[in-house]
């Protein structure tokens, strides 16, 4: 990843929605059990289509971080290492969510905003990200599927 057209890796833009954690007493819990969800990059030199991951989150998971459906971290690419990010309180309140975070990879800072609707079954969140004098547009949805399957 030297090359600076490639602005990052998809895994450090899309790491800069994970590390926030839920505030504020009326969040709405998410549905415990499966979600996909999906990711898109815009706007960028290294934009992609839309890439979908399904996990399972637990009642226990839930409690601890209301806002785990829109905090989980993608999945580690082959050969990458994951960036270090930190970020703010994720807001959940009457159906709306919110936050920034900043992810340190080897090509640099990228600092994003994050914002967007949800319910107990689904989420559409929309980043803004800047590294350096380069922007992109992550949008992340996710949507409940029922009960985990065991494997």
């Known amino acids: 990843m030297p090359k600076l057209p490639r602005l990052a890796s998809a895994s450090l833009l899309t790491s ?6 839920a505030s ?3 969040a709405t819990p998410f549905k415990p059990g499966a979600w996909d969800i999906t990711r898109e990059m815009k706007g960028s030199p ?12 637990t009642e226990a998971q839930l409690q601890a971080d209301p806002a785990a459906p829109l905090n989980v971290p993608p999945r580690p690419r082959e050969g990458r290492q ?15 969510a919110s936050f920034s975070a900043t ?3 080897p090509m640099g800072s990228v600092k994003a905003n994050w914002s967007g609707t949800y319910s107990a079954t689904s989420f559409a969140m929309t980043g803004t990200m800047k590294m350096g004098f380069m922007s992109a547009r992550m949008i992340s949805t996710g949507r409940y599927l029922g009960a985990c399957s065991k494997q």
């Open 16 to 21: 800069v929605m994970i590390a926030g954690t």
């Open 24 to 26: 504020g007493s009326t």
């Open 46 to 57: 290294r934009a992609q289509g839309p890439q979908t991951e399904r996990y399972c989150f």
């Open 82 to 96: 994951a960036p270090q990010c930190t970020a703010g309180p994720t807001t959940v309140t009457d159906g709306k």
């Open 103 to 105: 992810c340190k990879g």
